[in-house]
T-cell receptor, first 114, second 110 residues
């Protein structure tokens, strides 16, 4: 595709529900990042993939958060038993290689937990 | 892990003036330092970046400087225009992750 695509754009979940957020990176991009962005804040790092390998998951806030990229392309961020504090925009970014190359962001998924 | 500090959190300038935003980072392994601009409700967009083997880079009205010894880098915008109003984020990237500063809300008054 032409850019990084995320779906859904908006998600409303009742507290306790599980949600799955999808990221389609730019074709051929090796690196993929997930970020959480609260209102008025900077993107907070969640996790990083190089191809299908999850090389850094130090930013995942709890064991309710899980990310996967099984074939090294599409990635899914899953949040179990959602809580109100999970409400945020979840951003995905991809880059052609690791290290010092530009990362392109998707438009984000706005998650609201009610 | 990497920690990126960004200052100021808000900056208001008169149209035509210059704006400077400063960031520091903690991990000496970081080797790539991008700057992103984010308008309300939109995705972050890269405006300029610098790699660790370069001390300064310029692109028209935008320039970035990097001091690896001191672990700080800065964004300079000259001849600011109202359309420069947005939130700007710095970031530092090493092999595995990329961490962002908290952002600077720049307002350019006409």
């Amino acid at each position: 595709g032409a850019g990084v695509s995320q779906s859904p754009r908006y998600k409303v979940a009742k507290r306790g529900q599980d949600v799955a957020l999808r990221c389609d990176p730019i074709s051929g991009h090796v690196s993929l990042f997930w970020y959480q962005q609260a209102l008025g804040q900077g993107p907070e790092f969640l996790t990083y993939f190089q191809n299908e390998a999850q090389l850094d998951k130090s930013g995942l806030p709890s064991d309710r958060f899980f990310a996967e990229r099984p074939e090294g392309s599409v990635s899914t961020l899953k949040i179990q038993r959602t809580q109100q504090e999970d409400s945020a925009v979840y951003l995905c970014a991809s880059s052609f290689t690791g290290g010092n190359t530009e990362a392109f962001f998707g438009q984000g998924t706005r998650l609201t937990v009610v | 892990g990497e920690n990126v500090e960004q200052h100021p959190s808000t900056l208001s300038v008169q149209e035509g003036d210059s704006a400077v935003i400063k960031c520091t980072y903690s991990d000496s392994a970081s080797n790539y330092f991008p700057w992103y601009k984010q308008e309300l409700g939109k995705r972050p967009q890269l405006i300029i970046d610098i790699r660790s083997n370069v001390g300064e880079k310029k692109d028209q009205r935008i320039a970035v400087t990097l001091n690896k010894t001191a672990k700080h880098f800065s964004l300079h915008i000259t001849e600011t225009q109202p359309e420069d109003s947005a939130v700007y984020f710095c970031a530092a990237r090493d092999t595995y992750d990329m961490r962002f500063g908290a952002g600077t809300r720049l307002t350019v008054k006409p």
